[in-house]
């Protein structure tokens, strides 16, 4: 490689606040009642959150309402730094309580109660996939009490009592219920217990990450990009166990989508079918057609390759998968993959319609043989649908082909949810932009045997509520329920979970834009210190790897290495910055583009006359370490300190440790060799060499 493509793998840490930073003093007045914001503070900030185990999208909290509406439910979670643990809250509200209170028929501000907490120590959340039960009283849920093992839970909300559906020694990775049948899957967490006494180890095919650790991590450890944990079905009808399944002779495997949260499972309404994903058991030459989402860098499906179908290969296609559990028959119900293990990222699930018959399927590619013509064969081979399926024929009706093109990405626009109105028998793609923003929406309803497209909903079809609540949340903004009657123009404050916000001094965050010296607008979350001086000129540190404009900035967009207004509170601005343009990721022009967004937000800061130049400090994680130690060998002058966390610098090292047999098959080669420009040594790329077939792109 050429020399301007080589920098050196280098560490620098460096205590930010020590180094360029003065305490904190207080001004007089109202500032002398407040104390200054810690990392305390953001550890034990409460968080209304919306998680569930089958979504693997980052949707925002809401009110989850009963089915009589007589009641609903907010999920708060938070840190407790004395135990080291994480806790989660269900609280239930009374609707009618808080009716009464928007439409002043009570005075007193409705209190909730908390149904059931748990807290248990682990990188994963500690509660998951809260659901209401048909009959009202009844919820569900996954949750981690006490131990890395998360099991399934039924609370009554008028007892209070909780009864435990599966064993504490049994991982839980999803689960549905419809009337008496339960179904659930486990998580197969065998390891090895010990090493083996053979000092000799056979090497071939093996990277070095698997022979430094060759051990799979510990149930606490799995992380949300551990892919490939097999797990097994259990379902439950009338109190009883069914027997396990298998499919083509073998026990039925479960694995979860690429890079989401668990595998769906979704039950009819009479209980006697499942729909979930397994691995497809072979690989049909034409699958090769369909084309991965090209920023992803994945390759094409190899159907002659023995690794395309490995338990181990985090990327192995899966189908959706119809069970009957009377006669414990299986069948895939298309003859394609789900788009999410092709790098298109966006939920995975199936809801079915009332008749038992009828299903819809999100995320999934189409048999291009099926296509009407070459422009219909072209739309199926690069982007993934929601399609409808009769389950007694298998025959599909797409409804929607998603928003994943490359093309689109230049938009900065991907599918953050997509939900499912079963009385309307309505299904909604939810679009956001990079950074968060909310993009509009499209919504088909199924209408005489077809979808059609409609925006908005007939008033007659609306929910008879006068009763409009949301979580208000902003990055200036704390999580607060709001609410109001239809009409009014103005909402009321219901709860909020973090009334210790009103004894901290809080400095002000604002969306922040400046342009580079090639008149790109770049832009980030600015942070000022609660005393801000504007006749000082502060030290800066700039947070990488983007922002969420509908999360409150405590920290930054990630925890890990962040400290946001902790850092504000010791006199510190903190600018939380996007990340370079798509178009120049895994390119040589990627840490270029970096450089430009941090010279260009120092020298704009600069000249606003908010900070000094000369006491600029960096935080890479994960991707963004790559550019923090770019920026580090290119331009050394440019930060006093810099700290890069868990993270890529895409170094030599990091290319040896992996290899074609790796679960990444190879992609973090890919890249590195994309990124700096070539292989380190050799004229043929590693990967080209040691994979049959493959050729970088």
């Not at 450089?595 to 000369?614: C, K, M, N």
Request: charged share 20%.
């Amino acid at each position: 490689m050429g020399t301007d493509r080589v920098y050196s793998t280098c560490l620098v840490i460096t205590i930010i606040t020590g180094m360029f930073c003065t305490p904190m003093a207080l001004l007089g007045g109202e500032m002398d009642r407040l104390r200054p914001f810690t990392v305390r503070d953001s550890i034990e900030l409460s968080h209304i959150v919306g998680f569930s185990g089958s979504d693997e999208s980052r949707t925002g909290p809401s009110p989850i309402f009963s089915p009589d509406r007589k009641w609903f439910l907010l999920i708060t979670s938070r840190g407790m730094l004395s135990s080291n643990r994480t806790e989660s809250t269900i609280w239930l509200f009374d609707r009618q309580a808080v009716s009464d209170y928007l439409s002043k028929k009570a005075f007193a501000k409705p209190s909730p109660k908390p149904i059931a907490s748990v807290s248990a120590t682990s990188n994963m959340p500690v509660l998951t996939d809260v659901r209401w039960l048909k009959d009202s009283r009844r919820i569900a849920f996954l949750g981690m009490n006490g131990s890395p093992y998360q099991q399934l839970f039924i609370a009554d909300v008028e007892s209070g009592e909780i009864t435990t559906v599966t064993r504490r020694d049994a991982y839980v990775s999803a689960y549905d219920i419809s009337g008496d049948t339960i179904a659930y899957t486990v998580v197969n967490t065998d390891t090895p217990t010990s090493e083996s006494d053979d000092p000799w180890v056979s090497v071939r095919g093996r990277s070095l990450w698997s022979l430094l650790y060759p051990i799979p991590p510990k149930l606490e450890d799995i992380k949300l990009s551990e892919l490939t944990y097999a797990t097994t079905l259990h379902v439950i009808s009338n109190g009883r166990e069914l027997p396990a399944l298998t499919l083509v002779g073998k026990p039925l495997k479960i694995f979860r989508p690429g890079w989401s949260a668990a595998p769906p499972l979704s039950l009819s309404p009479d209980g006697k079918f499942l729909i979930t994903v397994a691995p497809s058991v072979n690989i049909p030459q034409r699958w090769s057609e369909y084309e991965p989402w090209d920023h992803v860098f994945m390759s094409r499906l190899k159907p002659e390759d023995k690794w395309t179908l490995a338990d181990n290969n985090p990327y192995k296609p899966l189908q959706f998968l119809l069970v009957n559990l009377h006669t414990g028959q299986m069948s895939y119900l298309v003859d394609a993959p789900i788009g999410r293990n092709f790098g298109y990222i966006a939920p995975v699930k199936a809801f079915w319609l009332d008749d038992n018959r009828r299903a819809v399927l999100t995320n999934t590619l189409i048999p291009m043989d099926t296509a009407g013509d070459e422009m219909q064969a072209n739309q199926r081979r690069v982007n993934p649908a929601v399609v409808a399926v009769d389950i007694s024929n298998h025959t599909l009706q797409p409804i929607a082909f998603f928003h994943a093109s490359a093309q689109n990405e230049e938009k900065h626009q991907r599918v953050t949810e997509i939900s499912w109105s079963q009385s309307r028998e309505e299904v909604t793609i939810k679009y956001s932009g990079a950074n968060g923003e909310n993009r509009p929406s499209e919504s088909y309803r199924f209408r005489s045997g077809e979808w059609i497209a409609t925006s908005t909903t007939p008033p007659e079809e609306k929910p008879k509520d006068t009763l409009e609540l949301w979580v208000d949340e902003s990055f200036d903004r704390s999580p607060t329920l709001l609410g109001r009657t239809k009409g009014e123009a103005t909402a009321s404050a219901i709860w909020n979970p973090n009334p210790q916000l009103g004894e901290i001094a809080l400095g002000k965050v604002s969306l922040y834009h400046w342009k580079d010296k090639d008149g790109t607008i770049w832009s980030g979350l600015l942070a000022l210190p609660p005393d801000y001086d504007d006749r000082r000129r502060y030290p800066l540190v700039i947070q990488t790897h983007s922002y969420d404009v509908n999360s409150y900035f405590a920290d930054g967009v990630f925890s890990t290495g962040y400290a946001g207004r902790a850092l504000t509170a010791r006199e510190i601005v903190v600018l939380q910055m996007q990340d370079p343009d798509t178009k120049d990721r895994f390119t040589l022009k990627d840490g270029p583009s970096a450089v430009e967004g941090f010279e260009s937000a120092i020298a704009q800061l600069t000249q606003d006359r908010l900070i000094d130049p000369h006491r600029v400090g960096v935080i890479g994680f994960s991707y963004t370490c790559f550019h923090t130690l770019y920026t580090l060998t290119h331009r050394p002058d440019l930060f006093a300190a810099a700290t890069i966390n868990d993270g890529n610098n895409w170094s030599y090292s990091q290319y040896i440790l992996r290899s074609p047999d790796d679960p990444d098959k190879g992609s973090w080669q890919r890249v590195s060799e994309g990124m700096n420009g070539g292989v380190p040594w050799g004229g043929v790329s590693q990967l080209d060499a040691a994979v049959p077939g493959f050729q970088s792109r």
